[in-house]
């Protein structure tokens, strides 16, 4: 099992996440044979109902995150938006992490408080270059361990600033002692993601979320150069049609068994949850502390 991000990065081929939004959603990324978690804003914001807008703080996120880690073996990086503040939040953002298992953060340097990249339609203002670099640098400084790896995110794409400003935003985060830079794209075709990949060259290993262009491989990504590939949101998107699916079928049919061909077994959740284990233990311990 791998344990850290370094680990995947010396790694020969691309090193493939996919999106949780809580534990059990964490473990079901491993069960695929995932090869890390991307414990993704727009899905933890999806699954409290609220919209992906820095809504939630970062003690909300915090618990989810470490029951994120707690569930699955393979390493967690955190999409953790802007920071949730200056570099200052970032400090104590990464320390926080750290101690519940994260083995990366991704921040990105749209202003606090962020809107959803995915959303069209929307005026968007970056962060300056200084500040961002400022949170990079405070959480490379922060963190405990060198194998905590520290993503820097650029929306310069989605912002229409164009390459040279993406690239320049790359120099500098680079600069600041970013391990992985994110190029982002809403793109419906990989090609300006390649421009990027193109400029960039291999100075440092990039990182891609694909949602938009969506017919370009894994293989074909890690080909152009990324390393680090992110299937974002896709579990929960899953997890919404099933729920709705099996809740159609129980209104429509007002019997349990019509919700049969939409869910697992109830053996497929005790699986999940681990039973197995709880049930050895408890035999395990059966009896401990009662009293002669
Ligand atoms: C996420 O999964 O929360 C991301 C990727 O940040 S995106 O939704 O494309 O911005
Ligand atoms: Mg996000």
């Known amino acids: 099992m791998t344990q850290s991000f370094r680990e995947l990065m010396a790694r020969e081929g691309p090193a493939i996440l996919a999106g949780a939004h809580n534990g059990l959603s964490a473990r079901l990324v491993e069960d695929a044979g995932f090869d890390a978690v991307w414990a993704s804003s727009f899905e933890i914001s999806a699954a409290n109902a609220v919209p992906d807008a820095g809504i939630l703080g970062m003690g909300e996120c ?12 393979i390493p967690t990086l955190v999409d953790v938006d802007t920071g949730y503040g200056n570099a200052m939040n970032v400090v104590r953002l990464v320390k926080a992490y750290e101690r519940v298992g994260v083995g990366g953060i991704c921040i990105e340097d749209n202003l606090y408080p962020k809107r959803c990249s995915l959303w069209e339609g929307m005026e968007r203002t970056l962060e300056t270059t200084d500040e961002m670099a400022a949170k990079l640098r405070a959480a490379k400084d922060a963190r405990l361990s060198p194998d905590f790896i520290v993503v820097a995110r650029i929306e310069a794409l989605i912002a229409g600033l164009g390459q040279d400003e993406a690239i320049r935003r790359a120099v500098a985060y680079d600069d600041a002692g970013a391990d992985v830079i994110m190029i982002h794209s809403t793109r419906s075709t990989p090609d300006e993601v390649f421009e990027f990949a193109r400029r960039w060259g291999e100075k440092s290993p990039m990182l891609v979320v694909p949602t938009k262009f969506k ?65 050895a233990e408890e035999k395990k311990y059966a009896g401990e502390g009662e009293e002669d």
């Open 215 to 279: 017919e370009v491989t894994a293989d074909a990504l890690y080909d152009a150069g990324f390393k680090f590939v992110v299937f974002a949101n896709h579990g929960l998107r899953g997890a919404i049609k099933g729920m709705q699916d099996a809740f159609a079928a129980l209104a429509r049919e007002r019997k349990t068994a019509a919700a049969d061909p939409h869910i697992v077994s109830l053996d497929e959740v005790y699986r999940l949850e681990g039973v197995d284990t709880f049930q």
């Open 62 to 73: 915090l618990p989810i995150v470490a029951n994120i880690c707690d569930s699955a073996a």
